[in-house]
């Protein structure tokens, strides 16, 4: 079957860093995606990794490796506005995007 | 790129009556679009995946007669909860499917901003 695991929830400090770990099983892999949602707001897209290492994008950055089915979500220098779920949701082999929960990122000050 | 609408943003409706959503892709052609249902703290429901010019392809448990997808053109897809029930309120969310993205990655899915539903 497919499957996501992610923590429910985390909470961090204003300025802190802060990885939201992310472990999958999918039928096929064609890439992984993080996307972050706001509360009362659709997804929106933060990046996305298709080979093994690390792929930076300002302070976000993301890990993949494929052999143990496992990425990352790092966030540095935290701010309020980043409080909001971070979704991973790897892709199939039909390209289609598999969804979990997410993870609530709390950020306090 | 890739910015994809939905309208309208919040609906209000009495139980009974047809509600139709629209979802467009404002800057790109998207032949392929997908509708989501999403409830309160839970994760995105995949309902349907929408292809320009053919018939949706529903999801396990998704009523299609009650949930009707119309995608005529490469820039708009329409989802219609018919008779619509207390139920069914929930945040509805389309996204397009967006390939070959210049410095992006080959196939994605960009989302609109959704559209929260209610029926008394």
């Known amino acids: 079957g497919q499957n996501i695991d992610q923590p429910t929830e985390m909470t961090a400090t204003e300025g802190a860093i802060v990885q939201i770990n992310c472990t999958y099983q999918t039928s096929g892999f064609n890439g992984l995606f993080w996307y972050q949602q706001h509360a009362g707001e659709a997804p929106t897209f933060l990046s996305y990794?298709?080979l093994d290492g690390l792929e930076e994008k300002g302070r976000f950055s993301s890990f993949l490796s494929r052999s143990k089915g496992y990425s990352y979500l790092l966030l540095k220098e935290l701010q309020m506005k980043d409080s909001a779920s971070y979704l991973c949701?790897?892709?199939?082999?039909?390209?289609?995007?598999?969804w979990g929960a997410g993870t609530k990122l709390i950020i306090k000050p | 790129g890739a910015v994809v609408s939905q309208h309208p943003s919040r609906v209000i409706c009495k139980s009974g009556t047809s509600v139709k959503i629209e979802c467009r892709s404002l800057d790109f052609q998207a032949t392929t679009m997908f509708w989501y249902r999403q409830f309160p703290k839970q994760s995105l429901m995949l309902m349907a995946t929408?292809?320009?010019?053919?018939?949706?392809?529903?999801e396990q448990g998704v009523e299609k007669d009650k949930f009707l997808i119309n995608h005529a053109s490469l820039t708009l897809s329409t989802l219609t909860v018919t008779s619509a029930h207390p139920e069914d309120s929930s945040f509805y969310i389309c996204?397009?499917?967006?390939?070959?993205?210049?410095?992006?990655?080959?196939?994605?899915?960009?989302f609109g901003p959704g559209t929260r539903l209610t029926v008394l």
């Open positions: 929408s292809n320009e010019g053919s018939k949706a392809t529903y």
């Open positions: 996204s397009a499917r967006v390939t070959g993205l210049a410095g992006g990655p080959t196939d994605t899915q960009y």
């Open positions: 949701a790897p892709m199939d082999s039909n390209y289609q995007l598999i």
């Open positions: 990794n298709v």
